[in-house]
């Protein structure tokens, strides 16, 4: 479960990138984060991973506050950036050894995820290869195959489907539903409203750093003021702050 | 030549403007001027001597050797260096694909290219050129006609040896579309230039030291029938004019030097025109290797944290040319070419037998180790493997706050991994003192430590330095590593470190004891807190980084 509360981040320049948000995002579900560019999705995901300090408020998670024990949390949270352009020169199997290591993983246990992952994404064929020859759906692929390495209690994904074919998209979301679907944690955020339509059991929409809407699909089109398109709600909900 | 200009502009200026704040904007020339106060001692002794040394040999006939010796001994560092630059500028700074789509002409994208490597050249040449040229135009009391001319073949003296190493460069890279493994093909590529830069450096040293019988060179001196610069200048083209031009102030030689400078320029062009986008293209292309099956090898088992970190570090580092062209090389080759630059000349026997004779004197064992600690504070500060940590992140630092390990055992791991590196470095420096030197085994050992003292001090003070301030703005590894001030502040920390316990060391003439005390037990508590400071703060350095 992920706790947020009143969390409030500042930038240098005195903009409140995230403006007291509050969220509960329990287990078992696959929770949306969606909002425009710049709306504080990727600040609050990055608090929320530990990158980025809180300013104000806490954060907690499986009952365990970040700030006061940020590995410990860490330890139980995959990461998975909108940027996979990562370690480039390691090849994608030592890539997966090194995260391994890292969440302290067995021999054994790295083994039987890596054989799977690598079976499901099709990527067994290139895990002796460097990163850096492989396409962005690959660098997608083998970062989430690092992040599900530990199988880790909460997942969070920021823009996953960036860059992924069709097949491997299909496979990730499928996977995120697996995952929630064993009582664990899966939040993400995305652009794409048709996505979050279909995968996530609830969403928040974000705007401003404050947050505007946090509900089911159909409590959302429940509060739009007359029947639209989901992008014609989101647009209207977005453009009146 | 405005599309020349502007590409240049680029990809040099864009280079130096990283990610400097408006509070930050001063830094740089404020750190460059700092490195430029810490050499003023050695430029102002070198202007002192070539102006002796000018005044002597003018009274022989033979002043303008003094000109020619550096004229040569500059061409010959643009040569070797050269090779280096150019693979860096040419084919590792991946903004080249991005002109490729543009209405540019191949010769302007080259052109502009060899200006980006000719300003790297210029300071490099600063160095052995210009204090030469200023003492000889002392001591010969020339006017200002000396100094501009000086300034024009200064200008051009770059360009024969650059295009040399280019040309030779832009041949071996010619055939990177045919190599598996790119990045191994462009640092072999580099390091074979080196070798062939070194070659011609050497040979043409070996060749001056066979000239050693010096009462039949004063006999044909006094009879006005030997040329030294004659001597010297045959073995490279443009010498003898540019050394004419400066010292008789003649027009003719200084247009005969420009011609040739300019004619090596147009050969350059016309060969990159046809090789070097065939380089470039084949640099840039990954292939993927055949079809591969996981075995039981490939799951390692389980390492500690801080183990599977460092191997981490030590893999990119080795992997990267630029980085281990820039970060571990030079500690492995610096040592070498010193010993091949000292054999070359034929006098590396008598050296020895001197210093050999001088270490085994015991009141000289307490400057052994003040030696040792200049010598690897020199070669240790030069190389920026820690003072370029962090910055090597980018804008991948996020992973350091994301993974489950603190951030005091990260930064460790990449201690470690630049300990690592200079260790294997300094191992190979201390044995080869030791073999050539027959030193005893006490003296070895405590060589060692003050080394591991040396090494760790600039590790430490360059890591600060990186922690407090990375350049995480960069869109390739090139800018991370040659463009990154944090170098050029340790390096200058460094060096004014060792100057200043080295003069120390000498003047007080120190024994072994009180060496042992100050170089191994003194440095080496500086160290300890050091650590402990650097972890205390690792954290809220990192963390405080948005």
Request: with cysteine; hydrophobic share 50%.
């Amino acid at each position: 479960m992920i706790q947020i509360n009143g969390v409030t981040k500042v930038y240098g320049n005195g903009i409140k990138a995230v403006d007291n948000i509050s969220l509960e995002i329990k287990d078992g579900e696959i929770f949306g984060f969606l909002g425009p560019n710049g709306a504080g999705k990727t600040t609050t995901i990055k608090m929320l991973t530990g990158i980025l300090p809180i300013d104000e408020g806490t954060i907690v998670i499986n009952d365990i506050d970040i700030s006061d024990h940020p590995i410990d949390v860490k330890r139980i949270i995959g990461y998975v950036s909108d940027n996979p352009n990562i370690f480039e020169r390691l090849k994608g199997i030592e890539y997966l050894n090194f995260i391994a290591d890292i969440y302290n993983v067995s021999k054994e246990d790295r083994k039987k995820s890596i054989e799977s992952l690598g079976e499901k994404f099709e990527m067994l064929n290139a895990l002796n290869d460097k990163i850096q020859s492989y396409s962005h759906g690959m660098r997608q692929k083998i970062v989430v195959m690092g992040v599900l390495l530990h199988n880790p209690d909460v997942w969070v994904l920021d823009e996953p489907l960036t860059g992924l074919d069709p097949k491997s998209s299909f496979i990730l979301k499928d996977m995120m539903r697996k995952h929630a679907d064993s009582k664990k944690t899966v939040m993400f955020s995305t652009h794409v409203l048709e996505v979050a339509e279909k995968v996530c059991d609830r969403i928040a929409v974000i705007n401003k750093g404050k947050i505007l809407f946090v509900g089911t699909m159909d409590e959302m089109k429940k509060q739009a003021k007359q029947e639209s398109s989901l992008e014609k709600m989101f647009l209207e909900m977005t453009d009146n702050e | 030549m405005n599309n020349i200009l502007n590409l240049f502009k680029i990809s040099f200026l864009m280079g130096f403007r990283g990610d400097i704040s408006k509070k930050r904007k001063f830094q740089k020339p404020v750190l460059i001027a700092l490195l430029s106060l810490s050499f003023l001692p050695l430029i102002v002794s070198v202007v002192l001597l070539s102006k002796e040394l000018y005044i002597i040999l003018d009274g022989i006939g033979q002043g303008n050797i003094i000109v020619a010796l550096s004229i040569a001994s500059g061409s010959l560092v643009v040569l070797v260096f050269g090779m280096f630059y150019t693979i860096s500028a040419y084919y590792l700074a991946k903004d080249i694909t991005n002109y490729l789509s543009l209405p540019l002409k191949p010769e302007e994208i080259i052109a502009s290219r060899f200006l980006t490597t000719l300003i790297y050249e210029y300071l490099t040449l600063f160095v052995f050129v210009v204090p030469v040229i200023i003492g000889c135009g002392i001591g010969g009391s020339f006017g200002i006609f000396y100094y501009l001319i000086s300034l024009v073949v200064f200008l051009l003296l770059p360009i024969l040896p650059l295009s040399v190493a280019s040309v030779i460069i832009v041949i071996i890279m010619s055939f990177s579309r045919r190599a598996v493994n790119k990045d191994r093909f462009s640092l072999l590529s580099g390091i074979l230039g080196l070798g062939i830069g070194l070659g011609i450096n050497f040979s043409l040293q070996s060749v001056f030291s066979k000239i050693d019988d010096t009462a039949a060179i004063e006999d044909l001196i006094a009879q006005g029938k030997f040329d030294m610069l004659g001597q010297v200048s045959s073995y490279f083209p443009g010498i003898k004019n540019a050394t004419l031009a400066i010292v008789n102030h003649d027009i003719l030689q200084l247009l005969i030097f420009i011609v040739i400078a300019i004619v090596s320029f147009m050969i350059f062009l016309f060969i990159a025109k046809k090789l070097y986008f065939k380089g470039v293209l084949g640099i840039n292309q990954q292939s993927a290797k055949k079809e591969y099956k996981l075995s039981e090898t490939t799951y390692e088992k389980s390492r500690n944290t801080i183990m599977a970190y460092t191997i981490k570090e030590l893999k990119l580092i080795f992997r990267t040319p630029i980085y281990f062209m820039n970060l571990a090389l030079m500690d492995y080759l610096m040592p070498l070419i010193f010993v091949f630059a000292f054999a070359s000349t034929g006098e590396l026997g008598p050296i020895l037998e001197s210093v050999r004779t001088l270490v085994t004197n015991s009141s000289f064992h307490g400057l052994i180790l003040v030696i040792t600690f200049a010598i690897f504070m020199f070669i240790s500060s030069m190389n920026g493997i820690t003072a370029t940590c962090i910055s090597r992140e980018g804008d991948q630092l996020y992973i350091m706050k994301y993974l489950p390990m603190t951030i005091k055992d990260q930064v460790n791991a990449k201690l470690l991994s630049g300990l690592v590196v200079s260790f294997v470095g300094m191992f190979i420096v201390v044995l080869m003192i030791v073999i050539f030197l027959k030193i005893s085994l006490l003296i070895s050992i405590l060589m060692f430590l003050v080394g591991i003292n040396a090494v760790l001090l600039t590790r430490l003070t360059g890591l600060y330095i990186d922690l407090s301030k990375p350049k995480l703005k960069w869109d390739n590894e090139v800018k991370a590593v040659k463009q990154n001030m944090n170098l050029v502040l340790n390096m200058f920390i460094g060096l004014t470190m060792a100057g200043l316990f080295t003069f120390l060391g000498f003047w007080l003439h120190v024994s072994l004891f009180f060496a042992i005390c100050i170089y191994i037990l003194a440095f080496g508590i500086l160290n300890f807190i050091l650590i402990r400071f650097i972890n205390n703060k690792a954290n809220s350095l990192i963390m405080r980084i948005e």
